[in-house]
């Protein structure tokens, strides 16, 4: 049983089944290169995955976009290529031009992973989830989070991000089998590693599925929303009631199924997601969270004033938090943020 809606932080109460006005409101990547304060702690850790593993200052960069707009919740500062790192992969940070992994095409490759290895690195992450949980106030919730094994897969294989994931589908057309190992081997880990964010103090998961739209009927069946099933099942079989919201980013029309067949608590919207859809179909089977357009936050002014205006018309008495429909993007003002805020408390 979870406990009464009164005594929750505001951004849990969706989960018990409330439409708070105003909603709750937290933005992907809320930590990052757009605010001067991360800039500076980046630096001083060198590299980007050092930051990850470094407690003391990945909880600070947690709790920086807290203490500038007062968000209800805080998401866990790391990355969902920490799963593949952990596991033994070379995984690095290339300035300016993003994440590159030395790809896995091939069983011989995959038996190199190790489940095992993980524990060290996890535990580094678990200490900064426990960090943030003891200086948060108490009605600021933590989220955790992972990759969803799909797309953790896609820059696994892919060794890096790609407009298509080719790589990915590719092997996972030309041998399922093997993919399959790959698939079931992150299924695995990530419910250990949630399992552990959960237990050093996280409130709520999501799981970041970015390149869900990329897969046709049949294989977004098989790597999206089957093996999102068995992580929820497995978190959900040591901690019952902790809140889940999947981000099957580009499902489209497939979000319904998805919602109805993996258990999630709570799916979040993407910015082509129609808000006729996210406040019809899907508000009425879970907790909806979006989604307006990182851009619009970068553009600011009228534009953004007004699609926030729809957006939180439109999800009226539904159980709603609001997001953007994509990460912030290092461009965005940010004032602008600060204003977004503002105008969702103001409603
Ligand atoms: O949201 C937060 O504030 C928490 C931290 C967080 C990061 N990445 C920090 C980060 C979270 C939840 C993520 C998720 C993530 N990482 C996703 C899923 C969401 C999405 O954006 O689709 C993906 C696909 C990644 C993989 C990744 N990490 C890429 C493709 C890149 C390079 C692109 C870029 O913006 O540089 C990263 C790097 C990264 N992850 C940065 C941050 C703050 C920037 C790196 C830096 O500061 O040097």
Redesign the pocket.
Known sequence: MRPPAESLPHFLRPFAGEATTPPPIWL??????YLPE?RSV?EKAGS?LT?CYTPELASEV?LQ?IRRYGFDAA???????VVPDALGQTVA?V?GE??RLEPIRADAELARLNVSATRSKYERVFETVARVRQELSRDVALIG?C?APW?VAT?MVGGQ?SADQAAARAWAYRDPRGFQRLIDLLVETSAYYLGGQVKAGAQAL?I?D?WAGSLPDDEFQRWVIAPTKLLVDRVKAQHPTIPIIG?P?GAGSRAADYVKQTGVDGVGCDTAMPLSVMAGPLADATVVQGNLDPLLLVAGGEAMERRVAAILAAVTGKRFIFNLG??IV?QTPPEHVARLVELVRKT
């Not at 992907?28 to 290169?33: E, H, L």
């Not at 998401?75 to 290529?81: G, P, R, S, V």
């Open positions: 992907m990547r809320q930590a990052g290169r991360y980046r980007f930051l947690t976009p998401i866990l500062f790391a990355d969902i290529l940070f300035e993003g994440p989070f990759g797309t820059y991000g999501q970041f970015s981000f980013r994509h990460g290092p």
